[in-house]
């Protein structure tokens, strides 16, 4: 029952805030329907592209969504479910959801361009391009992030066996393995012999798994025999009961981005109505997630990364019709179905959940310090897009704003999904609230918690045991769909984050009149400029980086993403000021997160240089990847500084000349 208590408080807020804040924030702004809009000034047929709203609504909400309300509030899980609430459904109102808006008008008043022409009219041209270079280093975090997500959820590891020669149980063998630390993935029965089977990404990793199994069961007397078959993961297509979740999602995924070139064909060139064009699309996500669930393809972790990659450096170049507005819309659908899913999963599981073990186990406040850090600033980072994020600036200021077909749009598209997504935020916190025993661990000594395991799973787990037992049928499915979901939305802001990059590092090396790479008089900067020199290098760097641990990545991202989202409140605050309208509402939000974003670079940079002091590294935490991370935080804290130094100087001026 708790957990229905907290989403109706979190529905019936976040409702609040729409109707009253969000409509006084149109208020203050002049939000003027009767203003033509970048995208039917200057429609181009590929970046500017008038949409209608709910197209446009799926590829904004599709777009700023990704995995980041997933990940962020499971793991700031560990400081209990009220400071989560509490910052996911505040934050979405007054941080998140001001920002957002603020970006989108902002960029529609600026003929569709991003927030560093927002910042060059107020701030001048240097500010202009330190940002430009900031968000590019951000976007190259958001795309090593979510390409290290989507090819998590849908290589297949390499696999190899070790059969038990002599007479033992199911129970004794694992209790060997437990005791000896050694991991393995499954333990089965065939011919009255066990087998243990290791799963690992690479062949070599998975050889020597099998060797420390063997090894480990050899010195407790068992008798057994490594395989000579080499590790491997099967044939390219699986099927039936082989197909696991994994596989499915990576089927269903690239047949769901062919379905969307097919539909955008259909609607853009073939003159298909939206409803019935609509219906047609659901009908055909439907069929091949029944073919996806039968049928899976099978590929290790690199070779995804790098189809990953050519991916969305085609798809970002290609016009928006083609591929982004489409696969947006589409994938939308996907994920109202799985936010409806988790709501019916949590009504069910309040009356029913008692009964079958299912209840919502998450302490309210566990203390101000966990494994993550202090509560301030660690909360408000790490819960990233599910109260306030960053890139979504961006996109609002990248993409969004040059599809918009009127301003009265705005408040729905730009305030309404950010609090869509803090709603996303709280539904994911009660998915770990279910399975809390599962993923968050309290080490006895210290009394700190800590989240153990994968956000993406954990989710899916948490959804699907409303529903279920573990070993049921249905379990089985919401899971596999779930893990869909967060894979789709990953891909959708991969297109989008690449595309916008594109955008911005043509941007760095344009002058003014020079309205793209073609414009461009020296051979130099117009060789820079052009889109798939920019394209190709974010995506390069991206990719390499997306190869290293998630949590390598993560925190540095959310930091990132953080800081970015305090710039672009300045950004919007100032250009406000100058054109003499109200920007009282930014200056709390603006400084809680600049405060915030600064103190946990700072604590960034004191840890990495303390790891590379110490030298302990692996094949998987390799000393680049710490020396990555002390350059990027280094970075960062200085562009933001600087940055804010200009910004304040910008706001004296103002005051002066008020």
């Known amino acids: 029952m708790t957990a229905l208590l907290i989403i109706i408080a979190a529905i019936v807020l976040l409702l609040a805030g729409y109707i009253f804040y969000g409509s006084w924030l149109a208020k203050q702004w002049g939000i003027d329907p009767s203003k033509k809009t970048p995208a039917k000034e200057k429609t181009d047929g590929v970046d500017y592209v008038p949409a209608k709203p709910a197209v446009l609504m799926g590829h904004h909400f599709s777009s700023i969504a990704g995995a980041g309300p997933i990940n962020g509030p499971i793991q700031a899980a560990v400081f209990g479910w009220v400071p989560v609430f509490l910052w996911c459904v505040l934050g979405g109102i007054f941080f998140g959801g001001l920002q957002d808006f603020g970006s989108l008008f902002a960029s529609i008043r600026h003929d569709g361009k991003s927030v560093g022409e927002i910042i060059k009219d107020s701030m001048g041209k240097f500010a202009k391009k330190l940002f430009i270079i900031f968000a590019l280093l951000v976007l190259i975090l958001v795309i090593a992030s979510f390409v290290n997500v989507v090819a998590g959820t849908f290589y297949t590891p390499f696999k190899k066996a070790v059969t038990i020669t002599s007479a033992q149980n199911t129970e004794a063998v694992t209790a060997v393995l437990k005791n000896a630390k050694t991991p393995f993935a499954g333990l089965s029965e065939n011919n009255g012999k066990l087998t243990v089977t290791v799963a690992a990404e690479t062949a070599d990793d998975a050889e020597n798994a099998a060797k420390k199994v063997s090894t480990s069961l050899s010195a407790a007397g068992i008798l057994n025999e490594v395989s000579a078959d080499k590790a491997s993961m099967g044939s390219f297509i699986s099927s039936g009961k082989r197909t696991g979740n994994n596989q499915t999602t990576a089927m269903i995924s690239i047949l769901f981005i062919v379905l969307a070139v097919f539909y ?294 959310g930091a990132a993403n953080q800081l970015l989202a305090g710039i672009a409140l300045l950004a919007v605050a100032a250009w406000l000021g100058q054109v003499g309208k109200n920007n009282k509402m930014f200056i709390i939000p603006m400084v809680f997160m600049l405060t915030a974003t600064l103190t946990q670079l700072v604590f960034t940079i004191i840890k990495q240089i303390t790891l590379l002091k110490k030298g302990a590294f692996t094949a998987l935490d390799p000393a680049w990847g710490h020396y990555f991370q002390l350059f990027f935080a280094a970075a960062m804290a200085i562009l933001a500084v600087i940055l804010v130094a200009e910004g304040i100087k910008t706001f004296a001026k103002q005051m002066k000349r008020n």
């Open 264 to 557: 955008g064909i259909l609607t853009n060139r073939c003159g298909l109505k939206t409803l019935p064009a609509t219906l047609i699309g659901i009908a055909a996500i439907a069929l091949i997630i029944v073919f996806g669930l039968n049928f899976g393809l099978v590929m290790s972790r690199n070779t995804w990364i790098i189809i990953i990659g050519l991916y969305i450096a085609l798809a970002s170049l290609i016009p928006v019709w083609i591929m982004l507005q489409p696969r947006d819309y589409l994938s939308s659908f996907l994920l109202y179905a799985m936010m409806a899913v988790a709501l019916i999963g949590i009504v069910f599981s309040a009356f029913t959940g008692s009964s079958r073990g299912v209840e919502f186990n998450l302490p309210a406040y566990t203390g101000w310090t966990q494994s993550i850090g202090n509560l301030f600033p660690a909360l408000f980072i790490t819960v990233a897009c599910g109260a306030c994020s960053g890139f979504h600036s961006l996109i609002a200021s990248g993409t969004t704003s040059k599809q918009l077909d009127s301003e009265k749009n705005a408040k729905a598209i730009g305030y309404g999904s950010m609090l869509i997504e803090s709603g996303l935020g709280i539904i994911s916190l009660i998915a770990i609230g279910i399975v809390s025993s599962k993923f968050l661990i309290k080490n006895p000594e210290t009394g700190m918690w800590a989240f153990a395991g994968s956000p993406a799973t954990a989710f899916g787990n948490g959804i699907a045991l409303m529903f279920g037992a573990e070993t049921s049928t249905i379990y089985n499915t919401i899971t596999a769909l779930l893990t869909l979901a967060v894979s789709v939305f990953a891909l959708t802001s991969l297109d989008s984050a690449t595309r916008l990059s594109r955008f911005m590092f043509s941007e760095l090396f344009l002058k003014d009149g020079e309205e793209s790479w073609k414009d461009a008089k020296n051979p130099v900067r117009k060789l820079l400029a052009n889109p798939l020199i920019g394209t190709a290098l974010m995506v390069i760097i991206g990719c390499i980086l997306g190869g290293l641990k998630l949590s390598a990545i993560w925190g540095l991202f």
